[in-house]
C-alpha cells in the first residue's frame, strides 16, 4: 500500500484534512475534528471518531480532488503514519472498513497483515477473518461459479484459514477486553463460508455462535431478516441439529426480525419443534403450505424435517416425565408423536442411534426404558415445569431424610 513521500507525515496528514474539509463542506465539521484530534495527539479520541467516521454511510462514496477513495486517503495519509500509536486491533478494525468500502479492498488487508507479528493475534485474527469474508463477499458479488477454478482455490484458502485460527480464538476468550469482536468477525467469515459450501448443519453452527457474539442492533434491518431466515432454515433442515431450544431461545432477538413477515411462520415451526408439538407443527406447516413450496430446502428435506420433529416429540415427551417415570408404553408413544403403533420401535431406535436418548426397549412388553435424555436449551415454560420437579423432588427427599431419621431413632433406643 503506498505511503506518503512526505518528510513530515504530521503536516501531510492536517494539510489532507484540511483539503477533504474545503472540498466537502458538508462534513468540515467531521474533518475540523480529526484533525483538532491529531493536532493535540489525543490517540484514543482520534481512534473513536476515526471509526465513526469511516463507518459512516455519509462518508463512505466521497472521493479525493484526484478521484481516490477518500475512505482509502485517509487510511494512507492519516492513520499508517501513526500506526505504532494506535490500538492493534482497533487498526485492523479501520483497515477492514476501508477495504470493504472499495470495489476491491483485499490489498488494504493483505498489506497490514505484513505486520501480523507486530499486531498480535487478536488484530491478526480479525484481519484474517475480514479478508476471508471480503474475498467471499467479491465472489458473490461476481455471480462466480464456486464449483471451478479459481474460485475452488480461494474457497479452500478460506476454509484453511478458518479452521486454523479456530483454536488461536478459544485461547483469546478470556483473555482479551475486545474478544467479542473478533468472535463476531470469525464466525461471521465461518458462517458465510458455509452458507456458500453448506452443509446446514455447519452454517447453522456458525451462525448461532455469530448472534451470541454480535451486537445484533447494528446490523441492517435487511441483514437481521437474510440471517433470520438462514438460521431458521439451517435449524429445521441440518443433520443433526436437535436442539431447537438453542436457536429460539439464544437466537430470540434475531428471529424478531421475522415478526409480522411472510416468513413468520419459520418461528412457529421451530417454537413447535422445540416443544415437540408434532399437531402444532403440521398446523402451521398447512397454513403456510405455498409459502413452505417457494422454500427448495424445505422441499427436498421435508422426509427428514418430518423426522426430526417426530424425534423431538419422543425427546420432549421423556424430558417432561420424572427420571424415575420413565419407562413409557409403545401405544403412549404413538400418541404423543403421532406414529401407527408399529413405526414406534423404529422411532425409538432411531432416537437411540442419534444418542438423543439412551435406555433399553421391551419389544414383547412393547415399553422403553428410558435413562438419559439428550441436554437442552429451556424456554421460560419449560424451566417453570424444571423448577417444580426441583421442587417435588425435594420434597421428596426432606420426607425420605426424616423417615429414616425417625427409624434410626427408634431402632438406637431399642
Not at 100 to 106: I, R, V
Not at 201 to 214: D, L, M, P, S
Not at 239 to 262: C, D, H, M, Y
Amino acid at each position: 500500500m503506498p505511503s506518503s513521500s512526505s518528510s513530515d507525515p504530521t503536516q501531510t496528514a492536517l494539510a489532507h484534512l484540511s483539503s477533504m474539509s474545503s472540498v466537502h463542506p458538508d462534513l468540515a465539521s467531521v474533518y475540523d475534528n480529526l484533525s483538532s484530534l491529531y493536532s493535540r495527539k489525543l490517540w484514543h479520541q482520534l481512534t473513536v471518531a476515526s471509526l465513526d467516521f469511516l463507518s459512516s454511510p455519509q462518508t463512505t462514496l466521497r472521493t479525493t480532488p484526484d478521484g481516490q477513495s477518500s475512505h482509502l486517503a485517509y487510511l494512507q495519509k492519516v492513520v499508517l503514519p501513526i500506526d505504532k500509536k494506535l490500538n492493534p486491533l482497533s487498526l485492523a478494525r479501520m483497515a477492514a472498513l476501508v477495504a470493504f468500502s472499495l470495489p476491491d479492498g483485499t490489498d488494504v488487508l493483505t498489506s497490514l497483515l505484513e505486520q501480523k507479528e507486530r499486531l498480535g493475534p487478536s488484530a491478526a485474527l480479525y484481519l484474517e477473518s475480514r479478508l476471508g469474508l471480503l474475498k467471499l463477499s467479491l465472489l458473490a458479488r461476481q455471480g462466480a461459479n464456486l464449483t471451478v477454478e479459481p474460485s475452488l482455490s480461494m474457497l479452500d484458502d478460506i476454509q484453511t484459514t478458518i479452521e486454523r485460527n479456530r483454536p488461536v480464538l478459544q485461547q483469546l476468550a478470556d483473555t482479551e477486553s475486545e474478544a467479542a469482536i473478533v468472535h463476531s468477525s470469525f464466525y461471521e467469515t465461518a458462517m458465510t463460508y458455509r452458507k456458500a459450501v453448506g452443509p446446514p448443519e455447519g452454517y447453522y453452527k456458525e451462525a448461532i455462535q455469530y448472534v451470541a457474539y454480535t451486537n445484533l442492533s447494528e446490523l441492517s434491518q435487511g441483514d437481521r431478516y437474510n440471517l433470520a431466515i438462514d438460521l431458521s432454515l439451517s435449524a429445521l433442515t441440518g443433520e443433526g441439529v436437535f436442539n431447537f431450544g438453542e436457536v429460539v431461545t439464544s437466537g430470540a432477538p434475531i428471529l424478531k426480525a421475522l415478526e409480522g413477515t411472510e416468513m413468520g411462520y419459520l418461528v412457529k415451526l421451530l417454537e413447535c419443534g422445540s416443544r415437540g408439538d408434532v399437531i402444532g407443527f403440521q398446523a402451521v406447516a398447512d397454513a403456510n403450505r405455498e409459502a413452505i413450496a417457494r422454500q427448495p430446502s424445505l422441499v427436498s428435506r421435508a422426509e427428514a424435517v418430518k423426522e426430526k420433529i417426530t424425534l423431538l416429540a419422543l425427546v420432549n415427551m421423556v424430558f417432561e416425565r420424572p427420571s424415575l417415570e420413565r419407562t413409557l408404553l409403545f401405544e403412549d408413544i404413538a400418541d404423543r408423536v403421532g406414529v401407527p403403533l408399529e413405526q414406534v420401535e423404529w422411532v425409538i431406535m432411531r432416537a437411540l442411534s442419534l444418542k438423543l436418548i439412551e435406555g433399553t426397549m421391551d419389544q414383547v412388553e412393547q415399553t422403553v426404558d428410558v435413562t438419559w435424555v439428550m441436554p437442552r436449551v429451556l424456554n421460560a415454560m419449560q424451566m417453570e415445569e424444571l423448577a417444580s420437579r426441583f421442587g417435588e423432588w425435594a420434597v421428596k427427599v426432606s420426607k425420605t431424610r426424616d423417615y429414616m431419621l425417625e427409624h434410626t431413632g427408634a431402632l438406637l433406643n431399642q
